[in-house]
């Protein structure tokens, strides 16, 4: 599978920005937003590990479909410069 250039932290730490939860096991990584009834799993990536291009894709299209984060802020999020 290809990878994107996003790491599995930024990821994270985008969901949980976002008010989602997570729990983790051996085998996966999940959040889940109560109020919008939408929720992630995700293989269990290491923070460094770089995310798959259909994992982002498939986030930033469930983000924007359930109104809690457009393809725009969610594509900037990614590419802002740290102040």
Same mark, same amino acid.
């Given at each position: ?15 949980? #920005? ?14 889940e937003h109560?109020?919008? /009834? ?13 995310v798959?291009?259909? #994992? ?11 109104g809690?984060?457009? /393809?725009?802020?969610? #594509?900037d999020?990614?590419?802002?410069t740290?102040?």
């Open positions: 599978m290809k990878t994107s250039s996003v790491c599995f932290a930024q990821v994270r730490r985008l969901l949980l #920005d976002l008010q989602f939860t997570e729990a983790r096991t051996e085998s996966n990584w999940r959040f109560p109020e919008s /009834g939408t929720v992630f799993v995700f293989r269990p990536y290491a923070p460094h590990d770089n798959t291009i259909q #994992d982002l894709a498939t986030t930033r299209t469930h983000l924007d479909w359930r809690l984060l457009s /393809g725009t802020a969610f #594509d999020s990614f590419t802002k740290p102040a």
